[in-house]
């Protein structure tokens, strides 16, 4: 009995103190939320709208690009036509027998030439 006696003469363990609570932290208004919300998908629908611009801008060029290379090939097709035409007019033969026909030109044989000495 002497160790419940001893256990009665110590002092009861002190009741930690209650800590004060905190404040409970003050919550935006909702309002505030929806319109952060509302910010955000008018923000991310700029962008994808300016992306879409980009992209239509990028087709068109390309549209652009494809006719002037269309363009393009045709025009070095049409120069090499002409090309082999003005080579077909200016053959020599061409032009000989046109020249002896029309003129009545003959080309100068060997013994018609006559060299212009020049005197020193």
Request: net charge negative; proline share 11%.
């Given at each position: 009995m002497a160790r419940a006696a001893a256990a009665q003469a110590q002092p009861a363990p002190?009741?930690?103190?209650a800590r004060p609570r905190p404040k409970?932290?003050?919550r935006p208004a909702p309002r505030r939320r929806v319109a952060g919300?509302?910010?955000w998908i008018g923000a991310v629908a700029v962008l994808l709208a300016g992306v879409v611009a980009l992209n239509v801008a990028v087709l068109r060029l390309n549209v652009r690009l494809?006719?002037?290379?269309?363009?393009r090939a045709r025009l070095r097709a049409d120069n090499s036509q002409l090309n082999s035409e003005i080579a077909a007019r200016a053959a020599s033969g061409r032009i000989i027998t046109l020249a002896s026909g029309r003129l009545g030109l003959a080309p100068a044989g060997?013994?018609?030439w006559t060299y212009l000495h020049l005197g020193k």
């Open positions: 002190a009741r930690p103190r409970a932290a003050q919300g509302v910010f494809d006719d002037a290379s269309r363009e060997p013994d018609n």
